[in-house]
């Protein structure tokens, strides 16, 4: 399972639509969730309302929250996202197998094996979460913050079963060659998230939508800039549910 | 799926179950949380009080009920084997049909008291002890069946009168060597960077040892918490308030142990708790000396006596 969790505290305004850069990630099968960063004021209606677009468009969640929910927030909704799509798989085989839509139709006995498979394929499920950070100037105060959500995250990953990776990338780089930076290729070692923004330079730009068509690439290439080490990742979660509900 | 913003429903609304067709009366609203809204109810046509908790989200409430069954289960044949079967926790499972939508609903046992800092609060620290005992003895019956707790905290913790405990909340626990489900800052072992978030004993452990240093010293443990950076947090800070606060002396040994992870299980960890509190040590400390009757009674004895004894010599 595959998502991308985009931290901003903005509207993007460089290059392509983040919302059809979401759609196109969507359509690969990695989700994609916002965390909008705010400590005073607001976001501002734009930026708001385009990080909602952004995470319809991903198949994902969005909120918006201060730095100190932040951890919390970013672990809330890479659950939920991992439980999500789990459930879309299982309702899927649930209209095949039982001709019931959805998990609410059940009678609560069969509700409950159900729940038992998809607690298990949440908890068992091969899980990559890549991180994109907006560096832009405003996000500056904020990244002590997302460094710690982040080490926060990837504590709560290495309990499940399942091996879970993060990457992290942040956006723009510094050059113009480049509209997303790897700051960390996928591990699940909470050891290597030491000092990660350190050497970030900021800029005021914040080219959102081709950031997320670079990560995009990154989960099918295994890196930026090649087509290189094709990840395998097999589809998860299909085909179980038949095994236990009959 | 709803919010936490839906209204809650008025006392004397009639709950329905759509497959079991049980009713439900409600009385009040008795709390509400992240998971859900629980009232207090009463069976249509019978005395009794039940808390009922509606769920915001079917997959989540059923997960929970899943616990709680397993939990029965498991109980249920030991207590066969102990011929001591208690009223269940959880009694029914059911949807209740809205205007709009289908609102999945359990219902439990009603727990009558109050939440373990409250309890705390009001009737003194010198409770501590015995409610702590209480606490752990619940603890260690989940483990014993496999599951940790995960979300300890005071508020899942409900004391009723003459220190009874009951855990509250069953959406956080999870199967020992899975990772925790839910979790509250403070309590959680990888806040302080003590460990990880998979569920083992330890981990309650460690969020009971939290919970009780806050009802022995709340300044103190606010004071650990925000004394360092969140990559540089660690036990260290606890250890010394452990060590440093008479206020925790008494336990200071336990929560040690528990802080560092040293316990090999909570059976352990309980019976070092115990031999901790009836230490002559805090025995000694129990609160009110020698009540005045029972001194005036004595000396009366005494002259009783010296009066028998001359009495006794003089015959
Ligand atoms: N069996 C019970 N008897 C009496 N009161 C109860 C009972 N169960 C729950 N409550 C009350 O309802 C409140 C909310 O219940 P609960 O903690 O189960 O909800 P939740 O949505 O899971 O909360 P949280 O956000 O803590 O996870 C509790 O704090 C408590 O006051």
Redesign the interface.
């Given at each position: 399972m595959k998502q991308i969790l985009l931290i901003t505290d903005g509207c993007s305004n460089v290059g392509a639509s983040p919302i059809l850069a979401a759609a196109h990630a969507l359509q690969e099968g990695i989700t994609v969730n916002v965390a909008g960063v705010v400590d005073y004021g607001t976001i501002g209606e734009l930026g708001g309302l385009e990080i909602a677009e952004i995470a319809k468009a991903g198949g994902g969640i969005s909120r918006i929250v201060g730095t100190r929910q932040l951890a919390q927030t970013m672990q809330m909704m890479t659950r939920k996202t991992v439980v999500q799509t789990i459930q879309q798989a299982v309702n899927k085989e649930l209209k095949e197998i039982l001709g019931h839509d959805s998990l609410e139709e059940l009678p609560p006995s069969q509700r409950s094996k159900v729940v038992t498979v998809v607690d298990e394929l949440t908890e068992t499920t091969p899980l990559q979460v890549a991180l994109l950070i907006d560096a832009s100037a405003s996000m500056k105060p904020k990244l002590a913050a997302v460094e710690d959500a982040i080490r926060d995250l990837m504590l709560s990953l290495q309990a499940r079963m399942g091996t879970s990776e993060l990457a992290v990338f942040h956006y723009p780089s510094r050059g113009s060659s480049e509209d997303a930076v790897l700051d960390l290729n996928w591990t699940s070692d909470l050891s290597s998230l030491r000092s990660l923004f350190q050497r970030i330079q900021m800029k005021g730009a914040t080219p959102t939508g081709p950031a997320i068509l670079k990560v995009i690439d990154f989960f099918r290439y295994g890196t930026l800039d090649g087509h290189q080490s094709w990840r395998q990742n097999a589809e998860e979660g299909e085909g179980m549910l038949g095994d236990y509900v009959v | 799926m709803t919010t936490s913003s839906n209204p809650a429903y008025p006392a004397g609304t009639i709950i329905t179950g759509k497959?079991r067709k049980s009713r439900f009366v409600i009385r009040r609203v008795l709390g509400q949380g992240a998971n859900g809204i629980v009232y207090l109810v009463q069976k249509a046509g019978y005395r009794g009080l039940y808390a009922l908790k509606m769920g915001y989200d079917?997959?989540d409430l059923?997960?929970e009920?899943?616990v709680l069954?397993s939990l029965q289960s498991q109980r249920k044949s030991q207590d066969l084997l102990k011929e001591n079967v208690k009223s269940p926790f959880l009694l029914e499972?059911?949807?209740f049909k809205d205007r709009n939508k289908?609102i999945?609903f359990y219902v439990m046992r009603y727990i009558e008291g109050s939440a373990l800092h409250l309890f705390i609060r009001k009737r003194g620290s010198e409770w501590i002890g015995l409610t702590g005992l209480r606490l752990l003895e619940k603890l260690r019956g989940l483990h014993q069946m496999g599951f940790v707790f995960g979300d300890l905290k005071p508020e899942n913790v409900l004391v009723s009168e003459y220190g009874r405990v009951e855990l509250i909340d069953y959406g956080g626990v999870s199967t020992i060597?899975?990772?925790?489900k839910q979790f509250t800052?403070w309590y959680d072992r990888?806040y302080w960077n003590a460990g990880?978030?998979?569920?083992d004993e330890a981990y309650d452990l460690f969020a009971f040892a939290i919970l009780m240093i806050q009802l022995l010293d709340e300044q103190a443990l606010k004071e650990a918490a925000k004394q360092q950076l969140?990559?540089t947090r660690n036990t260290a800070e606890l250890l010394s308030l452990i060590q440093r606060k008479t206020s925790l002396k008494p336990y200071s040994s336990w929560l040690r142990k528990a802080v560092l992870g040293e316990f090999a299980n909570s059976q352990q960890a309980l019976m070092m708790w115990k031999e901790q509190i009836y230490a002559p040590a805090i025995v000694g400390k129990l609160p009110g000396k020698t009540p005045r009757w029972l001194k005036s009674a004595f000396a009366f004895s005494i002259v009783i006596l010296c009066f028998a004894v001359c009495l006794a010599f003089f015959l």
């Open positions: - | 497959w079917t997959l059923q997960s009920i899943n069954t499972v059911d949807d289908d999945p060597g899975r990772s925790v800052e990888g990880s978030r998979t569920g969140p990559q």
